[in-house]
């Protein structure tokens, strides 16, 4: 199907006011990039510093400037379920980076907090502040200039963000978002529902509430519900940032640890030195994030999108505004009803077909762009697709089932669950909301 006229349209626009901006953000961009590998620009006595710590062997690779160097930045912090798997992730990392002839360094850690926790806590007051303290904290790790490509661990509500606005400071740098999973699902949000009404009612006491959210948020992963932080899941497949599929398998568990060490070497494989260098400013571009645009308003995704994307285009050089939103919303249907827009979790949005299912119901419907870079390097297309291991345990991807695997959580664009994704600008005398 050709694309759609208001889709295309509001793309266009976005490159018209933003072209002097995205001209002298690409410029910049071009200008930091080095021949050869990015450590190849510093000193002997600057480039001993960056290794000093290494192994011999990887030492050795770093010194003949031939190696591609990995850099890993993270928010891990044991306190966050989401963000408590990335412990893990680095020793995984590096293990595939050497297994392909590379070197991953752990770069820099940034901080996390979680809404969830903080809310109706003065701490929630230094929450969207949080998000460009984890900009700038990214952007201190990538600035030793040691690095050919990053890895980014990240989940939750402003961590995602902050770690996207930072790397597209260093836009030549190519990047891999690299998900930790939802955690099992534990109480039903129906239950959960009911359960919280008791207690306004004062029919149960303290105990039992947290006896029961215990039993809601019970393990490693992220949140169910599809707030914020599954919404950055989400959007990082729709901007073709992920490893295909990889948002909503959860954590610990064969898939997931084979998914990061894939991620790992398809990182080496974006470098200069790789197969296709893809710098992540460059894959960040207007249809991208009119992609991300549409993602989140055909998933019901969370309204502090509305902030954050535009932040993130502003880091690109892009200019998109709520119009745009509103404009994307009167043609872009709901397919899915997740927690709290239902009571499915993502667990279940994933079983009957997920991101994969989203992503080519949309591509088909001409909603959105194929024709962009991603990690892959294949269109958008290549990632409308769900993993699997072959028969000698690798991980490949196959064509996401044609039908959804429950049409109560997820349907085709053809038959959604509202013609538009429900979104609209209020304006008037006392401003725009």
């Given at each position: 199907?050709?694309?759609?006229?208001?889709?295309?349209?509001v793309?266009?626009?976005?490159?018209?006011r933003?072209?002097?901006?995205?001209?002298?953000?690409?410029?910049?961009?071009?200008?930091?990039?080095h021949?050869?590998?990015?450590?190849?620009?510093?000193?002997?006595?600057?480039?001993?510093?960056?290794?000093?710590?290494?192994?011999?062997?990887?030492?050795?690779?770093?010194?003949?400037?031939?190696?591609?160097?990995?850099?890993?930045?993270?928010?891990?912090n044991?306190?966050?379920?989401?963000?408590?798997?990335?412990?893990?992730?680095?020793?995984?990392?590096?293990?595939?980076?050497?297994?392909?002839?590379?070197?991953?360094?752990?770069?820099?850690?940034?901080?996390?907090?979680?809404?969830?926790?903080?809310q109706g806590q003065?701490?929630?007051?230094?929450?969207?502040?949080?998000?460009?303290?984890?900009?700038?904290?990214t952007?201190?790790?990538?600035?030793?200039?040691?690095?050919?490509?990053?890895?980014?661990l990240g989940?939750?509500?402003?961590?995602?963000?902050?770690l996207?606005?930072?790397a597209?400071?260093?836009?030549?740098?190519?990047?891999?978002?690299?998900?930790?999973?939802?955690?099992?699902?534990?109480?039903?949000?129906?239950?959960?529902?009911?359960?919280?009404?008791?207690?306004?009612?004062?029919?149960?006491?303290?105990?039992?509430?947290?006896?029961?959210?215990?039993?809601?948020?019970?393990?490693?992963?992220?949140?169910?519900?599809?707030?914020t932080?599954?919404?950055?899941?989400?959007?990082?497949?729709?901007?073709?940032?992920?490893?295909?599929?990889?948002?909503?398998?959860?954590p610990?568990?064969?898939?997931?640890?084979?998914?990061?060490?894939?991620?790992?070497?398809?990182?080496?494989?974006?470098?200069?030195?790789?197969?296709?260098?893809?710098?992540?400013?460059?894959?960040?571009?207007?249809?991208?994030?009119?992609?991300?645009?549409?993602?989140?308003?055909?998933?019901?995704?969370?309204?502090n999108?509305t902030?954050?994307?535009?932040?993130?285009?502003?880091?690109?050089?892009?200019?998109?505004?709520?119009?745009?939103?509103?404009k994307?919303?009167?043609?872009?249907?709901?397919?899915t009803?997740?927690?709290p827009?239902?009571?499915?979790?993502?667990?279940?949005?994933?079983?009957?077909g997920?991101?994969?299912?989203?992503?080519?119901?949309?591509?088909?419907?001409?909603?959105?762009?194929?024709?962009?870079?991603?990690?892959?390097?294949?269109?958008?297309?290549?990632?409308?697709?769900?993993?699997?291991?072959?028969?000698?345990?690798?991980?490949?991807?196959?064509?996401?089932?044609?039908?959804?695997?429950?049409?109560t959580?997820?349907?085709?664009?053809?038959?959604?669950?509202?013609?538009?994704?429900?979104?609209?600008?209020?304006?008037?005398?006392?401003?725009?909301?």
């Open positions: 199907m050709s694309l759609n006229a208001t889709l295309a349209s793309t266009r626009r976005i490159a018209e933003s072209r002097p901006y995205r001209t002298a953000y690409l410029a910049r961009l071009d200008a930091a990039r021949e050869g590998v990015q450590r190849g620009a510093l000193s002997c006595t600057n480039l001993a510093h960056g290794f000093a710590a290494f192994p011999a062997n990887d030492k050795l690779k770093l010194k003949q400037d031939r190696a591609p160097s990995i850099a890993i930045v993270s928010s891990y044991d306190m966050l379920s989401a963000h408590q798997p990335f412990e893990r992730y680095p020793q995984i990392i590096r293990d595939a980076v050497r297994e392909d002839g590379g070197v991953a360094q752990f770069a820099g850690g940034v901080p996390a907090m979680c809404d969830g926790i903080t003065t701490g929630m007051e230094l929450s969207l502040f949080s998000r460009d303290a984890i900009a700038m904290g952007a201190v790790a990538l600035s030793h200039n040691m690095f050919d490509a990053a890895l980014y989940v939750c509500d402003k961590i995602v963000p902050g996207l606005i930072g597209l400071h260093f836009g030549h740098i190519p990047a891999v978002f690299v998900p930790a999973g939802p955690m099992t699902s534990g109480m039903t949000n129906s239950e959960k529902v009911k359960i919280r009404q008791l207690y306004t009612e004062g029919k149960i006491g303290r105990a039992e509430l947290l006896e029961a959210e215990s039993k809601s948020y019970h393990d490693a992963g992220t949140c169910t519900f599809y707030g932080a599954n919404s950055n899941q989400m959007l990082m497949e729709a901007m073709g940032l992920h490893l295909p599929g990889s948002a909503f398998i959860t610990n568990t064969p898939m997931r640890d084979a998914l990061t060490a894939a991620a790992a070497k398809q990182a080496l494989k974006i470098t200069a030195q790789g197969q296709q260098y893809t710098p992540v400013g460059r894959l960040v571009d207007e249809k991208s994030i009119v992609n991300a645009i549409v993602a989140l308003l055909a998933t019901g995704g969370s309204t999108h902030l954050h994307l535009v932040a993130i285009a502003k880091a690109a050089g892009l200019v998109i505004d709520w119009d745009d939103f509103s994307l919303s009167s043609v872009v249907p709901l397919v009803r997740i927690y827009n239902g009571t499915a979790d993502v667990n279940h949005f994933h079983a009957a997920g991101t994969g299912f989203v992503l080519r119901e949309l591509i088909d419907a001409g909603l959105m762009h194929d024709d962009v870079m991603t990690i892959l390097g294949q269109g958008l297309r290549a990632h409308a697709t769900e993993p699997l291991f072959d028969d000698a345990g690798k991980v490949t991807w196959k064509a996401t089932p044609k039908d959804s695997g429950d049409d959580v997820l349907r085709p664009a053809t038959n959604p669950f509202s013609a538009d994704g429900g979104l609209k600008l209020l304006q008037g005398n006392l401003g725009r909301s």
